[in-house]
T-cell receptor
Framework: DADVTQTPRNRITKTGKRIMLECSQT?????MYWYRQDPGLGLRLIYY???????NKGEISDGYSVSRQAQAKFSLSLESAIPNQTALYFC????FGTGGYNEQFFGPGTRLTVL | AQKVTQAQTEISVVEKEDVTLDCVYE???????LFWYKQPPSGELVFLIR??????QNEISGRYSWNFQKSTSSFNFTITASQVVDSAVYFC??????????????FGKGTHLIIQP
């Protein structure tokens, strides 16, 4: 089974709708992240969380909200979706080991289309 | 603010050629981490390497090698004897470290590498 899962994998929605993207991990990592990828722009950080009580805004948090329901679950919500939120969304996890900051493990991505 | 620049948007080479992907970064942090990820056509992100700011040793892993130079703020990636399976988008990324924990990654825009048979 995959260590980081995202649901749904694909979603088409309409402008103004509320939508939630979910991420679950079995790696036991404390840190979880949400990124979006747009063609030619790389990945940009939306929100990140160090634990259930710690939520931090990233570079492009406007129009998004998150919820860390448990150590293993981190959800991203679009309260009122707009077409320019059409993108590929990635969830990631990491931990901090003896050698420092370890690499982030990414989920398979959710392709969201807002019409 | 942190920044990662991958000036090469797309590179196309013939199989078996060597190819170098450039990465230049900017950060004010004294402790930071650099990464390379691969994104094949299937879309997943595959971790390739991590480097921290205290370790300037170059690294070789099979046909892959990385050259980290703090003096020029560069972390370049070379593929030797390229293969068609190396075709992908490659991302360089940077993370700072701020007190209570490590930050999210700042990605470059990626380099699309095309290996022609």
């Amino acid at each position: 089974d995959a260590d980081v899962t995202q649901t749904p994998r694909n979603r088409i929605t309409k402008t103004g709708k509320r939508i939630m993207l979910e991420c679950s991990q079995t790696k036991g990592h404390d840190r979880m992240y949400w990124y979006r990828q747009d063609p030619g722009l790389g990945l940009r950080l939306i929100y990140y969380s160090f634990d259930v009580k710690d939520i931090n805004k990233g570079e492009i948090s406007d129009g998004y909200s998150v919820s860390r329901q448990a150590q293993a679950k981190f959800s991203l919500s679009l309260e009122s979706a707009i077409p320019n939120q059409t993108a590929l969304y990635f969830c990631a996890t990491s931990d901090f080991g003896t050698g420092g900051y370890n690499e982030q493990f990414f989920g398979p991505g959710t392709r969201l289309t807002v019409l | 603010a942190q920044k990662v620049t991958q000036a090469q948007t797309e590179i196309s080479v013939v199989e078996k050629e060597d190819v170098t992907l450039d990465c230049v970064y900017e950060t004010r942090d004294t402790t930071y981490y650099l990464f390379w990820y691969k994104q094949p056509p299937s879309g997943e992100l595959v971790f390739l390497i991590r480097r921290n700011s205290f370790d300037e040793q170059n690294e070789i892993s099979g046909r892959y090698s990385w050259n980290f130079q703090k003096s020029t703020s560069s972390f370049n990636f070379t593929i030797t004897a390229s293969q068609v399976v190396d075709s992908a988008v490659y991302f360089c990324a940077l993370s700072g470290y701020s007190g209570g924990g490590a930050d999210g990654l700042t990605f470059g825009k990626g380099t699309h590498l095309i290996i022609q048979p």
